[in-house]
């Protein structure tokens, strides 16, 4: 847990100097350095089409996530303190978004973080259950 409030405070930090550095032109995000990342609303489908909609907590799930381009990582913290690495495969930057996609768990997974205002999407889909997490990001 206290690594998740380190995380929230490096954000908070990170937010405070992109707000008064960049001028309303500069991208928030290059897709070229490391981000952390703040899902706020989760949508999980299983397929029969029921969907529930909720916060990560609601499905058991971290809320930061730290997106090393590096080192082609992303990593979370659960409740428990353990981490969840999920290799990122490929990781493409267009005019408008950092695309990254990978693995886990019998799962696919897509993120396409803004590049402008920092939001993201995350869609991972499976043969028994699909999400997909919204939230924002700021780059470290």
């Given amino acids: 847990m206290k690594i998740v409030h380190q995380l929230a405070g490096a954000a908070a930090l990170a937010a405070l100097i ?4 960049a001028s309303a032109e500069d991208p928030m ?15 999980a489908c299983v397929d029969d089409a029921v969907c529930m909609q909720g916060k990560p907590s609601t499905f058991d799930m971290p809320t930061f996530m730290f997106v090393d381009v ?6 979370a913290v659960e409740a428990d303190g353990s981490t969840v690495i999920s290799p990122i495969k490929t990781h493409e930057v267009t005019e408008q978004s950092a695309i990254m996609q990978g693995y886990e ?27 997909m997490i919204m939230g924002a990001c700021t780059q470290l």
């Fill in 70 to 75: 590096k080192t082609k990582a992303i990593r």
């Fill in 29 to 43: 995000i290059t897709g070229k350095q490391n981000v952390i990342c703040a899902s706020q609303n989760i949508i």
């Fill in 105 to 131: 768990n019998h799962r696919g997974w897509t993120l396409a973080v803004d590049k402008m205002d920092g939001s993201f999407t995350l869609s991972a889909t499976g043969p028994d259950i699909n999400f």
């Fill in 18 to 21: 992109g707000a008064t550095g």
